[in-house]
């Protein structure tokens, strides 16, 4: 799914109240952890993701990766701080401008 650049800072915006609910650290992305954010996005829409400090990947790569994986748009990478949005699929909570 492609965002418009005003979809895109909308859910930046809802990101900036998120508090990060998953952390990557020095065992990057096993697919357990590809699986908790799943359902986190299934849950949420929009989820805010850190990155360690002792994790040996690229953030930018490990967010492209996890997108990939869970189906998500990135939405936004600054510093260690990942946001994925996926709208739900009944009935989702987030209207995009």
């Not at 986190?40 to 990939?68: F, H, Q």
Request: proline share 5%; hydrophobic share 40%.
């Amino acid at each position: 799914m492609e965002l418009s650049s005003s979809q895109r800072a909308y859910l930046r915006s809802l990101a900036m109240t998120l508090e990060t609910i998953l952390q990557i650290g020095k065992g990057s992305i096993t697919p357990e952890y590809v699986k908790a954010a799943d359902e986190a996005l299934e849950k949420r829409e929009l989820i805010k993701v850190g990155v360690l400090k002792n994790c040996p990947d690229d953030v930018r790569m490990i967010a492209e990766t996890l997108s990939e994986r869970t189906g998500s748009t990135l939405v936004h990478v600054i510093g260690k701080k990942i946001v994925l949005y996926r709208p739900k699929k009944k009935n989702p909570v987030i209207k995009l401008p």
